[in-house]
């Protein structure tokens, strides 16, 4: 006589194994989550050294061709027309000298660092980005296909509501230059995050750099982004090789992760 013998079958997995697997899962899906988010701040911070060194050779363009900087003590104030004592226009007729400033075909609009940085980099609003006419003048008239610049493609879907072109961080970039080529004035930079924005209600502030007594860049300019954190340090001093006074990597503080155009990599102290 033949003698069967029943074989049980498994159907599915036990509660331990189902549990094991979630556990497998959500560990790989962590490194996963980990590993991008390294990847992506890796990718954004040589996007912003490589984009800050692009914004300071245009001021270089910039002044290679005016033989001045933008010069920006706090901003500066756009109008259709300025008298003979307005230290705005005055500014303007030293880099185009023949403009009729009792007419200047410009908007009012009162720019701050950011927005000004951006106006003699490209034109701004004002002239739609495209640099300004070689008709002297009339340099803030649009149209013919000759144009002095822009010295900066600036990327159209990189501007908040106020026009203030952002880092890749999505924080604006804070602008600080010499007075005409001598030194830097008295001011700083100030950001409030916007309603809607997660940092909403919240104020970054920064001067600028200066090392052994002078600015840093003292003929030039200094491009800062407030890095991944989207917090400027204070500014102040900065000592190259070693780093802004102040910030350290641990525990973090705000500006450890800052990049300007006179660092190499972010303004910490190593």
């Given amino acids: 006589m033949l ?7 498994r159907k599915g997995f036990s509660l331990i194994e189902l549990l094991t697997v979630i556990a497998i ?3 790989l899906l962590g490194l996963g989550v980990a590993s991008y ?7 954004n911070n040589a996007k912003t050294s490589a984009e800050i060194s692009q914004l300071a050779n245009a001021v270089g363009s910039f002044k290679a061709h005016f033989n001045n900087i933008p010069y920006l003590p706090g901003g500066i104030t756009l109008r259709p027309s300025y008298s003979a004592t307005d230290p705005d226009g005055a500014y303007l007729k030293r880099l185009f ?4 400033l009792s007419a200047t075909g410009l908007p009012t609009m009162a720019l701050n660092q950011n927005q000004a940085f951006v ?53 604006p970039y804070a602008y600080f230059s010499s007075t005409f080529g001598n030194d830097y004035p008295a001011a700083s930079y100030s950001y409030s995050f916007p309603a809607g924005d997660p940092l909403a209600g919240q104020t970054t502030s920064v001067s600028p750099y200066n090392s052994g007594g002078r600015n840093v860049n003292q003929r ?31 525990p973090p503080c705000p500006g450890a992760d800052d990049f300007a155009n006179f660092g190499s990599g972010a303004l910490v102290n190593p």
């Fill in 119 to 171: 106006f003699f980099l490209s034109g701004g609003t004002a002239t739609n980005y495209t640099g300004f006419s070689t008709n002297r003048q009339t340099p803030f008239a649009t149209g013919g296909t000759e144009r002095i610049g822009p010295f900066f493609d600036f990327p159209g879907n990189r501007f908040n509501a106020n026009n203030e072109f952002l880092d890749p961080y999505q924080t």
């Fill in 37 to 43: 988010g390294r990847v992506r701040t890796g990718a």
């Fill in 25 to 27: 899962i959500a560990i």
């Fill in 97 to 100: 000298p023949q403009m009729n």
């Fill in 3 to 9: 003698h069967h013998t029943k074989r049980s079958r």
């Fill in 220 to 250: 030039g300019c200094q491009v800062i982004s407030a890095g991944k954190d989207r917090f400027f340090g204070p500014g102040g001093n900065w000592t190259p090789g070693t780093g802004a006074w102040g910030m350290t990597k641990s």
